[in-house]
C-alpha cells in the first residue's frame, strides 16, 4: 500500500504565491510518475504538471510559465511551486503518482486526499 501526504494549500490573494509538496511513502518499489491534477468547483479534474522519474516534465497550458514542478527522489516528494495565482486557479488539488510495489507488480495509480487552494481577487 501506498499513501500520498499533501500539505501547502490555503488562501492567497492574486498574484501571490503558494507551494504544495507531496509525499510518497509506503511500499515503494518504485515511482514511474509524480503528479499534480486539479478540479475546480462544478468542473472535472485536469491535469496541471508531471515529472518522470528522470525529472522531464510536462505543464498544461493554462499554468505554463507560472507554475513549476520538482521531485526530490530520495525523499519520494513532488513539488509544485504556483506563482501569479490568479482566481481561476482555485481548486482542489490532487497528488498522483504511479507506482511499482514490486519488481513483479506493474505501476498503477495512487491518489492524495486533495488540498485546497483559493486565490482571491
Known amino acids: 500500500q501506498v499513501q500520498l501526504v499533501e500539505s501547502g494549500g490555503g488562501l492567497v490573494q492574486a498574484g501571490g504565491s503558494l507551494r504544495l509538496s507531496c509525499a510518497a511513502s509506503?511500499?515503494?518499489?518504485?515511482?514511474?510518475?509524480m503528479g499534480w491534477y486539479r478540479q475546480p468547483p462544478g468542473k472535472q479534474r485536469e491535469r496541471v504538471a508531471s515529472?518522470?522519474?528522470?525529472?522531464?516534465?510536462n505543464y498544461a497550458d493554462s499554468v505554463k510559465g507560472r507554475f513549476t514542478i520538482s521531485r526530490d527522489n530520495a525523499k519520494n516528494t513532488v513539488y509544485l511551486q504556483m506563482n501569479s495565482l490568479e482566481p481561476e486557479d482555485t481548486a482542489v488539488y490532487y497528488c498522483?503518482?504511479?507506482?511499482?510495489?514490486?519488481?513483479?507488480?506493474?505501476?498503477?495509480?495512487?491518489w492524495g486526499q486533495g488540498t485546497q487552494v483559493t486565490v482571491s481577487s
Open positions: 515529472i518522470l522519474s528522470g525529472d522531464s516534465t
Open positions: 498522483h503518482a504511479h507506482v511499482q510495489t514490486s519488481w513483479v507488480r506493474p505501476a498503477i495509480d495512487y
Open positions: 509506503g511500499s515503494i518499489f518504485s515511482i514511474k510518475l
